[in-house]
């Protein structure tokens, strides 16, 4: 379907994009000297007091730039990019893999998994997050490209997409051990596959398969079955880190004890200003702050689902809808983690979370987002499900009317 005409974006989305942007600033800046001195005395590193407010201010500064250009960059040529997109996160997967087997100092590892590549001593990217952004633009011309031609459900489909999401859900879940961010990545998978128009039934077997391989992956792990088997338990071996995170969000109350007086950023909560930014953000704001993050959370997910509604493009539909997801999946994680409504995954919280190459993809997919709401049309789109069958009959109908054609001439 040709592209509708160009109109203004949906500047909610850009709005709420840089309050989440500019509320994890001023928590990394109030909690950043408590990080500094922790990381101090329990490694013996001497880092400055602004040393996390600097590297935070410099991420934004490259979130809001990286969105920015995939705001301007025209889509024509970003679509285009999809497949090499995915290749580089795929391919600097692959890398990562090799270097940590020999031991590299390149693979930057952490608690016996290995997700960065250093680039330097003070930058480090994770590849799993540039295969996110990869898998959205591939799958989404995949699954078009498939349905034009009448073969969303053959094996030209089916094959490429099953290597990718093995490959994909591989080297993060397996090689990685990063069940977190293969939740996300599952939920990108399924998102657009249901969305794409595919029988139910083949979508309920590739949702079980998922499933059984989820399960297999959580039993399969000595670490990650305790998780599972002890949710809930002082005898968890989380239990502390979710107890600390409860605490701080119960110490905040209804309006929180103010910028810079969070006492479990002093060292008592883990991971403070990656996973854990949310329960500080509840001591340090209260159930009011919380509130309007959520609110903030909630706003931007739903412009994501209203411009995916509103887009009569079926490949910037299953971009947004592939986003959607992809921070649906973070936010829900990280949130629910935090309350102890599930066990700890180690997600971080999009744009709010220290800085880093999550926050970077998280503003480009939607600094691309921005963008496409720009080819939004005033009524949503029609709910019609474009099979393999519904085109094949469409095609044989055509073929026959030109052969009527050509027998009356």
């Known amino acids: 379907m040709a592209m509708m005409r160009k109109h203004k974006s949906d500047r909610i989305i850009g709005v709420l994009t840089v309050i989440l942007l500019g509320l994890g600033l001023i928590v990394i800046y109030a909690i950043g000297p408590m990080r500094a001195n922790v990381m101090n005395s329990a490694y013996g590193t001497d880092l400055d007091e602004n040393y996390f407010f600097i590297h935070q201010?410099?991420?934004v500064v490259l979130s809001l730039a990286v969105a920015f250009l995939a705001f301007v960059v025209p889509y024509s040529v970003v679509r285009k990019c999809g497949k090499f997109v995915l290749l580089a996160g795929l391919g600097m997967c692959a890398l990562l893999m090799i270097l940590s087997m020999v031991n590299s100092p390149l693979a930057k590892c952490e608690l016996g998994a290995c997700r960065w590549i250093n680039v330097s001593s003070s930058l480090s990217i994770q590849p799993a997050e540039i295969l996110k952004l990869g898998l959205v633009l591939y799958l989404a011309s995949l699954i078009v490209e498939r349905k034009k031609e009448g073969r969303l459900e053959s094996k030209d489909f089916w094959i490429p997409f099953v290597i990718v999401s093995v490959l994909a859900l591989g080297f993060v879940v397996v090689i990685q051990k990063d069940l977190g961010t293969g939740v996300s990545i599952m939920a990108i998978i399924l998102a657009m596959l249901f969305m794409s128009g595919v029988k139910l039934r083949y979508f309920m077997m590739v949702l079980a398969?998922?499933?059984?391989?989820?399960?297999?992956?959580?039993?399969?792990?000595?670490?990650?079955r305790e998780r599972l088997l002890t949710f809930g338990s002082a005898e968890s071996s989380d239990s502390y880190h979710i107890e600390n995170a409860m605490i701080a969000i119960g110490t905040g109350g209804f309006w929180g004890v103010g910028i810079g007086n969070s006492v479990q950023a002093t060292g008592y909560l883990p991971e403070s200003i990656n996973d854990s930014v949310f329960a500080v953000m509840g001591e340090t704001f209260g159930f009011v702050g919380l509130s309007a993050i959520v609110a903030c959370f909630a706003g931007l997910l739903f412009r994501l689902l209203r411009t995916a509604r509103f887009l009569h493009d079926d490949e910037q539909s299953l971009i947004v809808i592939g986003i959607f997801a992809w921070l649906t999946a973070h936010v829900v994680l990280n949130i629910s983690s935090m309350t102890g409504l599930m066990?700890?995954?180690?997600?971080?919280?999009?744009?709010?979370?220290?800085?880093?190459t999550s926050m970077?993809?998280?503003?480009?997919?939607?600094?691309?987002a921005l963008q496409i709401s720009c080819y939004t049309a005033r009524e949503p789109r029609k709910e019609t499900t474009v099979t393999t069958k519904t085109v094949n009959s469409e095609t044989n109908i055509v073929r026959r009317q030109e052969a009527r054609r050509e027998v009356r001439l």
């Open 57 to 59: 201010l410099i991420s």
């Open 209 to 224: 398969v998922i499933l059984v391989a989820g399960v297999g992956a959580i039993m399969s792990s000595p670490h990650r």
């Open 343 to 356: 066990p700890l995954t180690g997600i971080t919280l999009p744009l709010l979370s220290s800085g880093g």
């Open 360 to 368: 970077l993809f998280s503003a480009a997919a939607l600094g691309l």
